[in-house]
């Protein structure tokens, strides 16, 4: 075997190992956002962030756009651990 196939071959190896753990995190958050938007109008308002100590906490700093609301790309930064909105 020569070293560009072993090479290809680690990679290939390292990268299904890595992907499902990231597919898994991306789930989750997603379904944090879902339960918390209890209305499904994909928004998370600060009643809904209650439910979610964290989030709760946060809600004014996650709230970027000032509109009242949290919605999936602002809540998204919290899952990330996003230092500018903790």
């Known amino acids: 075997m020569n070293s560009k ?3 290809a071959t680690a990679v290939a190896l390292a990268l299904t190992s890595v992907a499902p ?3 898994a995190q ?3 958050a997603d379904k944090s956002f879902d339960e918390l938007d209890v ?4 928004l998370i308002s600060a009643e809904e962030a209650k439910g979610d100590p964290d ?4 809600f004014s700093s996650l709230d970027v756009n000032g509109d009242g ?3 999936a790309k602002e809540f998204s930064r919290l899952d990330r ?3 500018r909105y903790q």
């Open 21 to 23: 753990s990231a597919l």
């Open 39 to 42: 209305n499904g109008d994909f």
């Open 69 to 71: 609301y949290v919605d």
């Open 5 to 7: 196939t072993l090479l």
């Open 26 to 28: 991306g789930d989750e």
């Open 81 to 83: 651990g996003d230092k």
């Open 55 to 58: 989030v709760a906490s946060q």
